[in-house]
């Protein structure tokens, strides 16, 4: 099925979060019950899965592409994940997919939240500087 997307917005960080939190939420729709994907590994070749080299069955992939999911919708990562993005980031090299994403969003956030504090500083610097300061 091909995207009715632009090219252009096929790279957007929006829209392509956009379409992980489709997928995953149809994958839900689908999987009716996930519990019959304990045990069963990943075996096709084109499987994202089968190419990390792990021993992980699709039941532990079902529950991490939710779990990312979440966090995607709401920003929010349980305590302990986030102690462990504390760590060097050659200690996550062998990380799992999760606490990679993870990791990377916690970044992105700390970026942007840090350019949002200096978008702030400026426009109240301007209006200093105009005279309109509150």
């Given amino acids: 099925m091909q995207s009715a997307e632009p090219k252009n917005q096929k790279s957007c960080l929006v829209a392509t979060l956009s379409r992980y939190t489709s997928a995953v939420r149809n994958m839900e729709h689908t999987i009716m019950l996930p519990s019959l994907l304990r045990d069963v590994p990943p075996k096709e ?10 021993n992980k069955d699709l039941y532990e992939y079902y529950l991490m592409l ?4 979440n966090v995607v919708e709401s920003g929010l990562m349980p305590p302990d994940e986030r102690k462990a993005l504390s760590a060097p980031l050659e200690t996550l ?12 969003l916690t970044g992105l956030f700390s970026v942007l939240n840090n350019l949002t504090t200096s978008s702030h500083v400026l426009t ?3 209006k200093e500087v105009i005279g309109l300061s509150n």
């Fill in 45 to 54: 070749p084109e499987d994202t899965f089968a190419a990390e080299g792990n």
């Fill in 66 to 69: 939710k779990s990312v999911r």
């Fill in 93 to 104: 090299e062998d990380s799992d997919p999760e606490t990679l994403f993870h990791f990377h």
């Fill in 124 to 126: 109240r610097r301007y």
